[in-house]
């Protein structure tokens, strides 16, 4: 089975403050990606690699920086966190091989920026 | 337009009934399509994957209509358990991995 990790569940922080939120797979995969996902408006995808030291911003990279430095690990920063920035945050990896799309999520980091 | 829409629902439904949703998505390109299920407050989990016309697993059928360019998934003999939100997703097209998804589904299945 795929397993995806994430470094907390929940997280509390002040406005302002510098957030790192971690990601760590186990299944060898090129890709990595962090979403955030609010009622009504879904998963919006924030970043994505597709090898190590390799991003590309997704389509809300605003506020947000991520990387990378081994294959299994995708780090995600809030540079300087804001109350907008109050969300569910889901990391997910996928394998470039065979044209296989799937992705798999990890259990989330539940965000709340006061 | 967005780009991969769904009927937000909810979809109350009793049990042992079929239910049935649809998902549209707008870029032609796109070849690989996923239902993913999302119980409340937890992550999405892969359904199931379509690559070509369809897919059955269990109670589960999920059908491609590239014509119209929407997928759809049938359950059959709903359980209580079935209640979740339904995501589906499909890729951007091209060489890219990025998948696109819908807002989900709220289906809820009634004793």
């Known amino acids: 089975d795929v397993k995806v990790t994430q470094s907390s569940r929940y997280l509390v922080k002040r406005t302002g403050e510098k957030v790192f939120l971690e990601c760590v797979q186990d299944?060898?995969?090129?890709?990595m990606f962090w979403y955030r996902q609010d009622p009504g408006l879904g998963l919006r995808l924030i970043y994505f690699?597709?090898?190590?030291?390799?991003?590309e911003k997704g389509d809300i990279p605003e506020g947000y920086s991520v990387s990378r430095e081994k294959k299994e690990r995708f780090s995600l920063i809030l540079e300087s966190a804001s109350t907008n920035q109050t969300s569910m945050y889901l990391c997910?990896?996928?394998?470039?091989?065979?044209?296989?799309?799937?992705?798999?999520f990890g259990p989330g980091t539940r965000l709340t920026v006061t | 337009r967005k780009e991969v829409e769904q009927d937000p629902g909810p979809f109350n439904v009793p049990e042992g009934a079929t239910v049935a949703f649809n998902c549209t998505y707008s870029?032609?390109?796109?070849?690989?399509f996923f239902w993913y299920r999302q119980d409340c407050r937890k992550e999405p989990k892969l359904l199931m994957s379509?690559?070509?016309s369809g897919n059955e697993d269990g109670r589960f059928t999920a059908q491609l209509n590239r014509a119209s360019q929407y997928i759809s998934l049938l359950i059959r003999d709903s359980k209580l358990s079935d209640s979740a939100t339904y995501l589906c997703?499909?890729?951007?097209?091209?060489?890219?991995?990025?998948?696109?998804f819908g807002t989900g589904t709220l289906l809820a299945v009634q004793p």
């Open positions: 997910a990896s996928s394998t470039t091989g065979g044209g296989s799309y799937e992705q798999y």
């Open positions: 997703a499909a890729n951007y097209g091209g060489a890219t991995n990025k998948l696109i």
């Open positions: 299944m060898d995969h090129e890709n």
């Open positions: 690699s597709y090898d190590v030291k390799m991003k």
């Open positions: 379509v690559y070509s």
């Open positions: 870029n032609s390109a796109s070849q690989s």
